[in-house]
Structure formats: structure tokens, C-alpha cells
């Protein structure tokens, strides 16, 4: 969430910031929270001269009972203000519980760079790399393909599941493995750390990673104990550093997660309802990084750089898009998708998202670093995500794009050291 001191400073300048957004809740949400915080304020005031005025009649009457004079007066009046005390106390508890469930609801700011725009029909493509390929036969889509060469059991899947959940069999099950494992090594020779995080997330760390008011319906509750399956590795990797404050020479810290990831898409009815490329749960490494204020922009596209050499390295056209103002993810400053082609459907799909959140997480989840080694002055860290790769939609846009007339799949030369030497996926015999 945003700091408090930011929107007491220039309530109008973050306003006009959250304008660009093209959302009337979000300004309706704002324009609550700076009258519930004035008078959130208004009341502090008051109750901290009930306070004083309070104590000073305590002491007098301590004066005046040392010296045998009467009291009853006074402690009336003193009775009548401790109740005064106790209402502003329950109405200040009010307020300030009001004043954070709005805090939760105001999107973050956005960086100046952001192109406008009103939804994702404006964003914007910042380049096209590589051709999509150009067949001599008719091209397959992945859902072909899994069922032809055997790679994949949706129906069974479907019986014991419901719709959106897969079998992989076979070469397709190394090759998700491959492909992880490929990210995970090139993101490790970078520097990261590589971390299995917890699957599962309490409440309070989970709301200061992620408006959940904006993400609930997309995610699975465990009702019993009040714990949510993560949708992606980036929320336990951000919250695990909740409460802590590092020394300035301990940025970047950087984070290479593996998990498996749960989503309901409880928004997505009706799309991509056929094979594997929109699923409730899949492997995903993902790419986080913990950093100094001024640090935050380049490390976004170092994030996006280590993503599209992933892409590049499966031989797979791609474009990069820049996320407008009326579509960018609430938490996010700023954002770019990596959108693979996809021949069966001649057209981009995502399968990359990468953003820098500033410090909207960190202000939530109270994680700050030391300006000087030592010193008490501190500040919110940045903190930034993106995708490594997502298996499912990397193997749609692997098969797809590498598909042979003879019904076969090219293994991209990358991955072969992971497939055992294997350069194809083939009908068995």
C-alpha cells in the first residue's frame, strides 16, 4: 500500500496520479480515505488534550488530598473526561481501521513513463523479435499435438478434476522439467538465489503482498485454517523478508523461485477452456528482487532482459508490450508482458509479466533497509517480479512453433542437454 505521509504531503498530486488509471472506485476510495484520515487526526487531537487536561486533574487531586481538601468535584469532572477518553479511544480505533482498509484499496503510483490508455486494447508493443515461422503444411495446434503423440491426458483429468487440469505424460513431463530446470540454471549464473518457498500463505503476509479485495476470487482458500494455495512464487519470496530491515550493503538481495502455483480464473469463463494454456495449477520459476529507491528501474529491465533471453533460447517469436495505465495490475508502478506466438492461433499471448511495484509491498509488509550501515535512518525498500517462465504456456508455444510436417516436435537446441540428448518428440511406435 501506499505511505500515509505521501498522500498527507500532496493529496491533489496523488490523486491526479491515480486519474490516470481510468477507474472511478479508485478515486472514490481515495477521496474516503483523506476525509477518514483528517479526521483520524481531528480526533487524535482531541483526545490527546482530554488526555492532558485528564492527567492534570489526577495530580490535582493527589495535591489535594496530601492536604486534606475536598476532591468530589474535581473527580467528577475527572470521571466525565475519563469517559470521554474511552469514547474518542473507540471512535479513534474505528477510524483507524477504516483508514487501512482504504489504504489496501488505492492502487500504487504510477511511473511517469506509463503510456495512457483505457484498457489492454492501448497498450503498447515495444518490439517484435524473431519471425513467426512459416509452414509448408497445415500447423497443429498444442491441443493436436499432446493427444497425438501422446503427451498429455486431459479427459481423465477432467473426470477426477474438472475442466482447467491436465495430465502430462511421457516427453512432455522431462521437457516441463527441462525447461525449469534451463530457466533456473541461467538465473542462478546470474546471481539469483534459488528457493522452494512455502505453497501456502496466511492472511495478514498475503494482503500485504497483493490486494486481495482485487485477487481473492482468482485464488484457492483453505476455509479450516484460514490459509491461501500462493498463486505465484513472487508472494511467499516478497513476504519472507516482512518486518525486516536490511543494511544498504545488502541490496540487491535476488530471488529465483520454483513452485507450483494455484488459480481458480473465476474470471477467465469461457477462455482458452481447451488444453494447457490456461490451467489451475502449473510449475512457474519466477524472478524477484529486493532494492535501493533509485535502483528499481533498471532492475526492472534487467528482470525483463533475463526473460527474453529465456524466450530467445527456446526459438520462440515474441513481442514485448508495455502495460497501459487503464490495465496495469494495481500494485505495479509499471509493467511489460513478453507475448509468444502462437501459430494455431496466429496471433500473441502472454506468458511473461514483469513489474516494478516500488515500494507498495514494502510499506505493507514494514520491510525497509538502513540509508548508512549502522544508522537509524531508514527507508521502504523496491521490490520487483517477473516471470522466469511458465511451463504450460512455454510448452504450447514450444510445440506449436516447432512442429514438423511428419507430425513430430523440434526440441529447441537449448534444451537437449536436459532431454538427455533427445532432439524430438515423435509417435511411438
Not at 487531537?45 to 490535582?60: G, I, P
Not at 550501515?373 to 521502504?380: A, N, T
Request: aromatic residues 8%; charged residues 30%.
Amino acid at each position: 500500500m501506499l505511505d500515509i505521509r505521501l498522500i498527507r504531503k500532496d493529496p491533489e498530486k496523488v490523486r491526479k496520479n491515480i486519474e490516470r488509471r481510468h477507474k472511478v472506485v479508485y478515486l472514490e476510495n481515495f477521496d474516503k480515505l483523506v476525509s477518514v484520515d483528517l479526521e483520524q487526526r481531528k480526533k487524535q487531537s482531541e483526545l490527546d488534550a482530554k488526555r492532558a487536561e485528564h492527567n492534570k486533574l489526577t495530580r490535582k487531586i493527589a495535591e489535594l488530598k496530601k492536604s486534606a481538601q475536598p476532591t468530589e468535584e474535581i473527580e467528577k469532572q475527572a470521571a466525565l473526561l475519563a469517559n470521554e477518553v474511552s469514547k474518542l479511544e473507540l471512535e479513534l480505533e474505528r477510524l483507524s481501521q477504516e483508514r487501512e482498509r482504504l489504504l489496501k484499496l488505492i492502487p500504487n503510483l504510477l511511473d511517469d513513463a506509463v503510456p495512457d490508455g483505457l484498457d489492454e486494447t492501448q497498450n503498447r508493443v515495444v518490439k517484435v523479435v524473431g519471425e513467426p515461422p512459416k509452414f509448408s503444411f497445415q500447423p497443429k495446434s498444442h491441443i493436436e499435438l499432446i493427444n497425438e503423440l501422446d503427451l498429455a491426458d486431459l479427459e481423465r483429468a477432467a473426470k477426477i478434476s474438472g475442466s482447467r487440469f491436465y495430465f502430462l505424460k511421457n516427453e512432455l513431463v522431462l521437457l516441463d522439467l527441462a525447461v525449469l530446470r534451463f530457466a533456473l540454471d541461467k538465473l542462478v549464473e546470474k546471481g539469483f538465489t534459488p528457493i522452494f518457498p512455502p505453497e501456502m500463505m496466511r492472511r495478514e503476509p498475503y494482503e500485504g503482498v497483493t490486494p486481495l479485495a482485487d485477487f481473492e476470487d482468482t485464488m484457492y482458500k483453505i476455509q479450516d485454517d484460514d490459509l491461501f494455495l500462493i498463486a505465484t512464487s513472487e508472494h511467499p519470496l516478497v513476504a519472507m523478508h516482512m518486518d525486516e530491515t536490511f543494511e544498504p550493503d545488502e541490496l540487491p538481495k535476488k530471488y529465483a523461485g520454483i513452485s507450483v502455483n494455484f488459480r481458480r480464473e473465476a474470471g477467465a469463463h469461457g477462455k482458452d477452456t481447451k488444453g494447457i494454456f490456461r490451467v489451475h495449477n502449473f510449475n512457474k520459476v519466477e524472478q524477484v528482487i529486493f532494492c535501493k529507491p533509485e535502483d528499481s528501474s533498471k532492475y526492472l529491465f534487467e528482470l525483463l532482459n533475463n526473460a527474453e533471453e529465456i524466450f530467445q533460447a527456446l526459438e520462440i517469436p515474441y513481442r514485448v508490450v508495455e502495460i497501459c495505465s487503464g490495465d496495469i495490475s494495481p500494485k505495479n508502478a509499471r509493467q511489460f508482458d513478453i507475448e509468444a506466438w502462437l501459430p494455431a492461433q496466429q496471433t500473441y499471448r502472454e506468458v511473461v509479466s514483469t513489474s516494478n511495484c516500488t515500494s507498495y509491498q514494502a510499506v505493507s509488509l514494514r520491510i525497509k533497509y538502513r540509508l548508512k550501515r549502522g544508522s537509524p535512518e531508514k527507508d521502504y525498500v523496491h521490490t520487483l517480479n517477473s516471470t522466469a517462465v511458465a511451463t504450460p504456456r512455454a510448452l504450447v508455444a514450444i510445440l506449436e512453433n516447432h512442429q514438423r510436417e511428419d507430425g513430430s516436435v523440434r526440441i529447441p537446441s537449448a534444451l537437449v542437454p536436459y532431454m538427455g540428448g533427445k532432439r524430438k518428440l515423435s509417435q511411438k511406435s
